[in-house]
């Protein structure tokens, strides 16, 4: 992968779904789809721990060209992608063919897609069904992790669910 490829939300969506990958949109790009304002340039995802699930995230993950993202090195170091090495970690942050991909196993203020999967919510994208984070999950994972960027974007989706509780519609999933 000799430069970066640009986010491809699409290829990663279809990637996943393809190799049967049980997992839920978490973060910023979850929260667009409830119609937080902030676009975002990376995928980040909480996948279930079951070992069938992590071969088939490590397939797809191989069919991306996955390597470990750094700052000091963008394109990517290689890494052996197998269940085995998935499992050693919480946390992956990852270049990919459909750019930038943050698989975390246990978010921020989560316990994971045991935790997450049961109240998340289904969202048909690129004719898949995505199962997301709930706007009040992805709050609280955003107050966990408690950066900068992300107390900016707590401001923002207390502001969405005030705004909802005030009567207004949470606005429609695309279809």
Not at 29 to 43: H, I, S, Y
Not at 86 to 106: E, P, Q, S
Not at 142 to 164: F, G, S
């Amino acid at each position: 992968m000799p430069e970066l490829a640009p986010f491809d939300p699409e290829l990663l969506v279809r990637t996943l779904a393809r190799h049967r990958v049980q997992y839920v949109l978490i973060g910023a790009l979850a929260a667009r789809l409830f119609g937080f304002p902030r676009v975002t340039a990376d995928a980040d995802i909480a996948p279930s721990r079951e070992a069938d699930n992590l071969i088939h995230l490590a397939d797809a993950l191989h069919e991306l060209e996955a390597r470990i993202y750094t700052e000091t090195i963008p394109e990517g170091l290689a890494f052996d992608c197998n269940p085995a090495m998935l499992a050693r970690g919480d946390t992956w942050n990852l270049i990919t063919r459909a750019g930038r991909v943050d698989v975390m196993f246990a978010p921020a203020g989560t316990r994971g897609y045991a935790e997450l999967a049961p109240s998340a919510v289904h969202f048909e994208v690129f004719d898949q069904d995505l199962l997301v984070a709930r706007l009040e999950d992805i709050l609280r994972s955003k107050e966990a992790a408690d950066r900068p960027q992300d107390r900016q974007d707590a401001m923002l989706i207390r502001a969405m669910l005030a705004d909802r509780k005030d009567g207004l519609p949470p606005p429609s999933g695309p279809s």
